[in-house]
């Protein structure tokens, strides 16, 4: 009898152990079920939470290039282009081996015409030759976290900072003050601010005035120290507006051994498209420089019709 008992009293011993062993491993698996949840919602990449990628950007494809610009844009800014000797225009017409139709534009070399394309027209008369060249480039973003848009603009303002375009207003703006040719802080009767006399000239022996320090320095400045000619302080390089998003138009004059020639360069972002319009002429008589005016209006015509475009296939 007491050898039953211990015998009964070895079992319990090892069921309370098993009992025991059992509501431990189920206290582990409940603390380790409980910590894998609330470490879903983590934030890290690949989890639920992850931020979803960017957009796309909204142009998908390009333009056809050279059916972009209509015949009337070509005919203004290619003069010469259609003529022909017989036209009584004293040989202005295209080169040998041009074709049939010189409006109808050269296309680039392009490998994808749904990221790059452009076309190029050219005019060559007895005075000169112009050269035209459009640009469209589709950028497109490999950046999840970046739009295409937004690297579109990146590319632009590169371009930009690359042609030294200075940022802000437009240059030329005078103001007020420069408008009337008079200060705020000019002296009044005459005076300086210390309360002397302000210097004038005095007759000279002939009674004509003599010239002042200033008057001379004014006198000595050189040609060369003025702005290039054929070119207004109003149309130095800078930024456009109403054209795109962003826009910015450079001008250079070339007088180098080359030839005499003047390159206008635009360049505007609509979306995730860059264009650009690439306009010169070039002069077989160095004594007449092209003008900016006329180079720049024609530019910006152009590249404000290309700009409705875009617009057009919204």
């Known amino acids: 009898m007491p050898r039953r008992a211990r015998t009964y009293a070895r079992y319990a011993m090892y069921a309370t152990h098993t009992a025991v062993a059992v509501a431990l491993v189920g206290a582990l698996s409940a603390c380790t079920g409980s910590s894998g949840s609330d470490g879903e919602d983590d934030g890290k990449p690949g989890s639920a939470s ?3 990628s960017v957009a796309p950007g909204k142009y998908r494809t390009l333009p ?8 009337g844009t070509l005919k203004d ?5 259609g003529a022909t000797p017989s036209d009584g225009t004293d040989g202005e017409g295209p080169d040998e081996g041009s074709s049939a139709d010189p409006y109808k534009g050269e296309a680039g070399v392009t490998y994808d015409t749904d990221r790059k394309v452009g076309c190029r027209w050219k005019s060559a008369t007895t005075l000169g030759t112009r050269h035209l060249h459009i640009d ?19 590319l632009y303002a590169t371009k930009a900072e690359k042609a030294r375009i200075p940022a802000g207003s437009t240059p030329g703006e005078e103001s007020d003050e420069a408008d009337t040719g008079e200060s705020e802080d000019a002296p009044e009767d005459g005076k300086t601010p210390d309360g002397k006399a ?3 000239k005095e007759p000279s022996d002939d009674g004509t ?5 200033s008057d001379k320095k004014s006198s000595d400045k050189k040609p060369s120290d003025s702005a290039s000619p054929g070119q207004d302080d109003d149309l130095a390089p ?3 507006d109403n054209i795109g998003d962003s826009a910015y138009i450079n001008d250079k004059l070339d007088t180098g051994d080359s030839g005499l020639h003047r390159d206008i360069t635009l360049v505007f972002r609509t979306a995730n498209v860059i264009a650009t319009v690439e306009y010169d002429q070039w002069v077989t008589d160095k004594h007449r420089i092209p003008e900016s005016r006329e180079l ?10 290309l700009a409705a475009k875009f617009d057009e296939e919204e």
Do not use: I, W
């Not at 056809?64 to 015949?71: A, H, I, L, S």
């Not at 800014?77 to 282009?81: E, S, V």
């Not at 720049?296 to 019709?305: H, V, W, Y």
């Open 64 to 71: 056809e290039p050279c059916g972009t610009v209509n015949r």
């Open 77 to 81: 800014m290619l003069p010469g282009a």
């Open 198 to 200: 302000s210097p004038h």
């Open 50 to 52: 992850a931020s979803a």
């Open 238 to 240: 800078r930024t456009l």
């Open 296 to 305: 720049q209006d024609k530019a910006r015509k152009l590249a404000e019709q």
């Open 136 to 154: 469209f480039e589709r950028v497109v973003s490999y950046d999840p976290a970046v739009s295409d848009d937004e690297q579109a603009e990146q």
């Open 209 to 213: 005035p003599k010239a002042t320090p």
